[in-house]
């Protein structure tokens, strides 16, 4: 049986786990320029500190020691250190021509980890998701006041970063994750792109799916309601849907619920540890933040749970002990209509 048929299997069982946040992991680590840069790229002619995703070339044991405590507190998932492991967004330092061998190299660090501990735990199989985030450009909304028709970038650009980046790691990963998802249109792109490369490769692995409610309007940055986002990306039949980031679990929970009861498939959630406070860091306690999605578990939400920013192994083992006893949700039986969605959802029944 393979990982992934194990941890299908598992998915009828339990709630399963997500690992946490890999920038807070690694800002924890206070790392300087010089370590970002590394011997591989001393004489880089920009600044590259806050460049994460580079750290995969220039300081793997870094990588490495996050997948490994995340993974020793129970995740039964990590995702790969790849969130801006693009050309577009690896632009900002100048990197575009190296986004897809870090994005390689981040999958093969995943990758050796997970593998470890599932020799270690064969009843308890780790899988590797490769995560593909949101772009620093966005196709739905111009960055010029003045010109609301502009756009930075087209639907190509963003299509072609993606496959780039998903055939750099489509021989390391269990499944692709695309994540934090504030622009629609962009997670399109980033679909039409990990759909080619299953055509190129000759098969499919599992696709899965997270947008994100930027605040407590509760609706993505290009508009859309949870409703909306998921009309618009049902077509590609992911093995989960959910939400990440942005708000924190007490914020975020009609928003997960919402889901839950319009989703025909898995739903996994991984929200802030609380919301920021005035110096941008997460407080929010490990029991805390556990006990509130626990509470999600418990009421049939979810299958698949973890966090975002500010959470810590202790936050993903909170989770994880707080949640091994209870059934995992089961996915309703949607009755066929025709769904249309714009920022709203319209659905014409039969």
Known sequence: MSVWEQI??????????LDGAMGTMLQGMQLTEEDF???QYADWPSLVQGNNDLL?????????EVHNRFLEV?????ETNTFNANRISQADYGMEDIAVDIAEVAAKIARA????WTAKTPNKPRAVLGALGPLSRTLSLSPKVEDPGYRAVSFDEVADAYREQALAMFDYVDGFLVETIFDTLNCKAAIFAIKDVFVEKGREIPLLISGTITDKSGRTLSGQTTEAFWTSIAHAKPFAVGLNCALGAEELRPYVQALSKISDTYVLAYPNAGLPNA??????????????????????????LGGCCGSTPQH?????????DITPRTPPTIEPALRLSGLEPFALAG
Not at 279 to 304: H, P, R, T
Not at 316 to 324: F, H, P
């Open 8 to 17: 299908e299997k598992s998915m009828q069982e339990r709630v399963l786990i």
């Open 37 to 39: 840069r590394g011997k």
């Open 56 to 64: 995969s070339i220039t300081k793997p044991d870094a990588i490495t």
């Open 74 to 78: 129970g995740a039964d998932f990590i």
């Open 113 to 116: 980890v997970a593998d470890e």
């Open 279 to 304: 110096f941008g860091e997460y407080d929010q306690s490990a029991e805390e933040m556990s006990s509130l999605v626990a509470e999600w578990a418990g009421e049939g939400m979810v299958n698949i």
């Open 316 to 324: 993903i083992e909170a989770i994880a002990k707080s949640t091994a």
